[in-house]
């Protein structure tokens, strides 16, 4: 097999060295009674080539572009991923390397991921990123448990415009410290309704997402006048960092913590995972914040470099108080995502984010113009609800034998909503996909 | 005499990003634009970050000359122990990149998504098969997270049995993330010391095992590269209190087609999809940490979970005693690709990496273990650990001696973990390492022992070859400079 | 790391088993530090976490952590009672703790609740022997 590169030569020369009669003696200090009695039962090992017959198959039982259209988003986004950036990751310096703790031996990671960490700062106004979390979902219960240990309060405030699923796994992260979650309602015009924070005085943190789950610009500002100096921490949360190209960041809107999905910058969407959990907070909260640190620093002559610092608030080192058990994070994504914003540049960024709104702008408008009720007033990034008539499940069902993911049903994640759907437009939408759906959903 | 591994050679400066490029640059291709453009309110458009603007060729040289100052797996040896630095196959890159998989929506409809769902059902029993237990979840998505996900099904269950328990126990050689994973569900680690073989013994457990314990978590192999022998008399005596037992299975490349963790009384365990199962590190994830466990604990896990019927394969919530979500959709899928071609690849022949795993590692316990302390002196595992006790007269420590192996060309092995071990050097070969690779690793490792007696400042000053020296870790930490 | 021979344990001062020493000030209220022993031990101190003024500890609480690049170490207060006032200085140059272990390295002064437990403490020569038995 071609990843074993023992002969039965080198085999018998090392078991003679290490005084075992076969590979099976090796095995003979483990009780008998701790054994397996049967061989493994797994299927025949497969030769390269049937292994891509097989793959090739099964990833075409798949909806996926161009042959379909999907406008889908909702925490996971199609963008065009440039050659330049999935060529660049395969050099399997970075890929095959491990968490640079030798520092010396590993300054492309150690670069790639301070200037990851600056880049993301940069995007989110913020004075600190962190190397990565897993995702956004997970990055948002530790910025809540991050708010709980920096203020020792013990309920946090979270919007129920934040992602169902986010929101899902926040509760699951604080069900067993019995933290309390208090959910923040709906206006009418689709933002998150503040009025209830006014009476709200031992919160450690009031979550918001902006864009929300329905693609709505959220009013940081109002959140984070209600915070500052209240001693309550400003969560922001998103899925969508794009619109971080063209929206008021949320450190300039007075967030403590920034966290969320970085999926969009050059990472596929492969089905959910990985992605990589966006993380930055205030200089203050530094040493609360979980997660690896780049820093940057000087060797014995003097030489720049880069090495992981503040390695005291880790589980390595600080075991059970520590700030977070997180080990491995999602670097390769985190390189990703820096390759793609230097691609993108800050020209490029603001260019793509108005492409990505304004597409979405005008299949919004075409909806209304043929009728349709987009529900919600409040303006969109890149997302939006639309209202159908009663009946139209099975319009979605011909839609998807016509290949067109219509959006997403929003029945199951708000039961009140049964009927809207949650449409997505980016830059991979050309106006005549914009007009073909328009004209199926008429028809 | 031979030459040694490592060498010199012509490498890049290159600054941070943000010294680089030129207003106006742009290293993508925008798309065309074919809508009208809608302003933005005003109060809610802002300037946008101040990124570099850089051309495409800026971006790949910067990234080319980055990449040059690292070592992989594709450079060299990386004999991190506990880590199972295995070579990556280039196929499982292959089959993840596939449009059919890369491009997925995690949200399509059922029936436009059974692909994915067919390789997340079938390596879900895969995995079940290798471990030995009777469900699993592939959610998790690093080692530690498959230890939250562990730990918060331990505290369902126990709700479950209307039993409250506030303390988890905790070996002396545990990896960092158990006891702080632990502390994640409000359990506090109640750490017992191994014996004089590097084990834990029953009786030691039996001391602390009470009903106010959850369960214990193990690593077996644990970290010193042994067996835990008494493991099956361990997880009776927490059994009989009720407790559950918790193995990490960041060691499980000992063990393939050897052991079944689920005969040996263990009721949760985590595998690393990026040690075992061959998917890269990528400079610190991503990575996956499915979590198996005993029939009797499979309703507290995650949801959604993936069912089949006939021949069909959909998503289920329908497990009111889930302990919820911890991602926000499956967990990595994509990483979950390429350890489902990688066992697709070896099928049974898994055992013999584990065989050879085993065998590379007591192969350089024997050669090195004149060279180097070895504190244990009796057969290991997938991994073996010396200590710096015999150059500690020349003052010299693990940490010079790693750092002069780099100039040879070699990755260093894990060093100052397990704790239990003074100055512990901790080293896994893998089974993809050739018999010459090692020795060229143990003629390394001899010649640096050497020059700690001869000329211990080539140690001192060490690593010299590459692209810079030892760094001022003090001064980071003081006057920590995290962005640019 | 030194010898004991190399390290120096002010005579003026009181000691404990977890290597803090404390000295009486002004006012009834003591200072407490770490000993030249100690931040050997820890080597480059690079943060000192220090409690609120005004919070109240009982006798041998831990009150703070040293921080090294590797390791961190709880501090314990060797006299229970109330935080006077806390090093600042550290918060900018906490290697004045390896500098000057006994001076500009202080890290709390407390107004302590019950003063005879200062003397219920080792002296130097007792300390300096404990260091001695450890070492062997």
């Known amino acids: ?32 009674d701790c054994r397996r009695k049967t061989g493994l039962n797994l299927p025949e090992s497969l030769t390269e080539w049937e292994l891509n017959d097989l793959m090739a198959s099964v990833a075409g039982a798949m909806a996926v572009s161009p042959e379909y259209k999907v406008f889908l988003g909702a925490g996971s986004y199609e963008h065009h991923i440039p050659a330049s950036v999935s060529y660049l990751l395969g050099r ?96 009418n015009d689709g933002r998150t309704d503040l009025r209830g924070l006014e009476k709200m005085d031992d919160l450690a943190a009031v979550a918001v997402q902006s864009p929300n789950f329905f693609g709505i610009i959220e009013d940081l500002a109002a959140v984070g006048n209600l915070t500052r100096g209240a001693g309550t921490l400003f969560v922001a949360s998103f ?6 190209g063209l929206l008021k960041s949320p450190g300039s809107q007075g967030a403590d913590i920034a966290c969320g999905e970085g999926q969009s910058f050059g990472i596929p969407q492969s089905f959910g995972g990985p992605g990589v959990g966006m993380f930055s907070c205030r200089k203050e909260y530094v040493r609360s914040m979980p997660g690896r640190l780049v820093g940057k620093t000087l060797d014995r002559n003097g030489k720049p470099g880069f090495v992981l610092t503040l390695a005291t608030r880790e589980q390595h080192i600080r075991r059970e108080r520590a700030t977070s058990n997180i080990c491995t994070n999602s670097g390769l994504c985190a390189t990703t995502a820096a390759m793609y914003m230097a691609s993108l540049g800050g020209t490029g960024l603001r260019e793509l ?9 005008y299949l919004k408008r075409a909806l209304a113009g043929a009728g349709f009720k987009v529900p919600f007033s409040a303006p969109t990034f890149n997302e939006f609800v639309v209202e159908f008539p009663s009946g139209f499940d099975a319009i979605y069902r011909r839609l998807l034998d016509e290949k067109i993911v219509a959006g997403l049903p929003l029945a199951p994640y708000y039961p009140e909503l049964a009927g809207r759907y949650l449409l997505c437009v980016t830059e991979t939408k050309g106006k005549n996909d914009l007009d073909a759906l328009v004209q199926r959903l008429i028809g | 005499m031979k030459e040694s591994a490592g060498t010199t050679g012509l490498i890049l400066n290159e600054p941070v990003l943000f010294e680089k490029g030129r207003k106006g640059r742009c290293g993508i291709s925008l798309p065309r634009r074919d809508v009208a453009f809608f302003p933005l309110d005003e109060t809610l458009a802002g300037p946008g970050p101040n990124f570099p603007d850089l051309s495409e060729v800026d971006v790949v040289r910067h990234y080319t000359r980055l990449s040059s100052w690292n070592f992989g797996v594709d450079t060299g040896m990386y004999p991190l122990g506990s880590c199972t630095m295995k070579y990556n196959p280039k196929t499982n890159e292959k089959q993840a990149a596939l449009p059919g998989f890369a491009g997925a929506h995690p949200l399509l409809p059922v029936a436009l998504s059974q692909g994915v769902l067919k390789i997340m059902y079938e390596l879900e029993r ?55 994973s632990a502390a994640l569900c409000g359990y506090s680690p109640v750490n017992v010391k191994s014996n004089e073989r590097g084990v834990l013994s029953a009786e030691t457990i039996a001391e602390v095992m009470d009903e106010q314990t959850a369960g214990i978590m193990v690593t077996n192999p644990n970290t010193l590269g042994f067996f835990e022998e ?38 949760v365990l985590h595998l690393n999809l990026h040690k075992t199962f061959s998917t890269p590190h990528g400079g610190g994830g991503p990575g996956a940490g499915p ?47 390429r350890a489902y071609s990688y066992i697709m690849s070896l099928g049974a022949e898994l055992k013999k990496v584990s065989q050879l795993a085993v065998l590379n590692a007591n192969y350089i316990k024997e050669r ?40 040879y060309g070699f990755h260093p092995p894990t060093i100052y973990f397990p704790l239990v071990v003074h100055g512990a050097i901790m080293i896994e070969p893998t089974e993809t390492e050739s018999k010459e690779e090692i020795d060229l690793f143990i003629q390394a490792f001899k010649d640096v022992v050497k020059e700690a007696g001869d000329d211990p400042e080539k140690l001192y000053g060490a690593p010299w070859r590459p692209k810079v020296t030892r760094l001022d870790e003090t001064e980071a930490a003081r006057h920590p400079c995290l962005t640019y | 790391m030194k010898e004991i021979s190399e390290l120096s344990f002010p005579d003026d001062m009181r000691y404990t088993e977890d290597h803090e020493w404390v000295k009486k000030i002004d006012d009834g209220k003591v200072r407490v530090g770490i000993t030249d022993y100690a931040q050997d031990q820890l080597g480059d101190i690079v943060f000192v976490e220090m409690p609120e003024v005004g919070a109240t500890f009982l006798k041998g609480a831990e009150f703070g952590t040293l921080e090294s690049v590797k390791a961190v170490a709880p501090a314990y207060i060797p006299v229970g009672g109330e935080v006077t006032a806390v090093n600042t200085g550290l918060e900018d140059s906490p290697q004045l703790v390896n500098q000057a272990p006994y001076a500009g390295g202080w890290i709390i002064d407390v107004a302590p609740s019950d003063l005879s437990e200062l003397d219920r403490l080792m002296d130097k020569d007792a300390y300096v022997e404990m260091l001695k038995e450890i070492s062997s």
Do not use: W
Not at chain 1, 3 to 16: F, R, S
Not at chain 2, 141 to 162: P, Q, R
């Open chain 1, 1 to 32: 097999m071609r990843y074993l590169p023992h002969t039965g030569e080198d085999i018998a020369e090392m078991l003679q060295v290490v005084g075992a009669a076969s590979l099976d003696d090796l095995f003979s200090t483990i009780p008998e």
């Open chain 2, 291 to 337: 979590v198996c466990v005993a029939k009797h604990l499979e309703p507290f896990l995650p949801v959604p979970r993936v069912l089949k019927k006939g021949e069909k394969y959909f998503l289920s919530e329908d497990f009111p005693q889930s302990i919820g979500k911890l991602h926000a959709f499956y967990g990595n899928v994509g990483i979950m690709i």
């Open chain 1, 239 to 244: 899925t969508e960092p794009l619109a971080y």
């Open chain 1, 92 to 187: 399997s310096e970075f890929s095959t390397a491990y968490t640079p703790y030798q520092a010396e031996i590993s300054q492309g990671t150690l670069q790639a991921i301070f200037e990851y960490q600056s880049l993301v700062a940069a995007l989110l106004g913020m004075d600190v990123a962190n190397a990565s979390m897993y995702d956004g979902a997970s990055a948002l219960a530790e910025a809540l448990l991050m708010a709980i240990r920096a203020t020792r309060l013990k309920k946090v405030a979270v919007s129920s415009l934040i992602h169902p699923l986010y929101r899902r796994a926040v509760s699951t992260y604080l069900a067993p410290s019995g933290y309390e979650i208090v959910e923040l309602p709906r206006l």
């Open chain 2, 126 to 180: 895969l995995l079940a098969e290798i471990t030995g237990m009777d469900a699993v979840t592939l959610q998790p998505a690093a080692g530690a997270h498959g230890e939250l996900t562990g730990m918060l099904v331990f505290h369902a269950y126990h709700k479950s049995k209307g039993s409250r328990r506030s303390k988890i126990i905790v070996p002396d050689t545990a990896h960092g993330t158990n006891p702080a």
């Open chain 2, 368 to 407: 090195l273990k004149g060279i180097l302390h070895l504190p244990y002196d009796r057969p290991c595992m997938h991994e073996c650990v010396f200590s710096d006790k015999n150059q500690a007269a020349q003052k010299v420590t693990t940490l010079d001696m790693v750092k002069r192996l780099m100039d």
């Open chain 2, 230 to 267: 008494n493991i099956r008399k361990i997880a009776e005596i927490v059994h009989a209190k009720d407790g559950l037992v918790y193995a990490d299975g960041a060691n499980m490349n000992a063990l393939m087609g050897i052991v079944s963790s689920g005969d040996i009384g263990v009721d």
């Open chain 1, 353 to 361: 984010a108005q492409l990505n709104h304004d597409k979405s702008e």
